[in-house]
């Protein structure tokens, strides 16, 4: 699998830009354009067919760690807030008002 961000030699071409940062937010599509601004390339890199398909198995699982990642976040999160609240003794009017402050 070729790498889109080095010259044969190793050498960065460019740096990330904020979409290809958040490339399993992107389409394959969207990440390849993001890519060809990032790195200043000709074109999109999944324009050529054989390097999409090479990319699409490995982006869609890696699309899944990351969501099995921010799931296993989100749940960590609330067992935090939920021992943090009990060991403050927060009653349950507590908590709503202190959650409702939070998304503020």
């Known amino acids: 699998m070729r790498s889109f961000g080095q010259d044969a030699k190793g050498v960065a071409l460019g740096k ?3 979409k290809a940062q958040v490339w399993w937010e992107q389409s394959q ?4 354009d993001a ?3 990032s790195f200043k390339l000709k074109r999109n890199p999944f324009s050529n067919p054989t390097a999409a398909d ?4 490995y982006l ?10 921010r799931r296993q976040l989100v749940d960590a999160e609330a067992d ?3 021992r943090v609240f009990r060991l403050f003794k927060l009653t349950s009017e507590d908590v ?3 959650l409702r402050e939070v998304e503020h």
Not at 29 to 32: A, P, S
Not at 60 to 69: A, I, W
């Open 80 to 82: 935090i807030n939920d």
């Open 60 to 69: 869609t699982g890696k699309r899944k760690d990351v969501e099995t990642l």
């Open 16 to 18: 990330l830009n904020e």
């Open 35 to 37: 890519l060809k601004t």
């Open 96 to 98: 709503k008002l202190l």
């Open 54 to 57: 090479e990319w699409e198995t």
């Open 29 to 32: 599509t969207g990440l390849g």
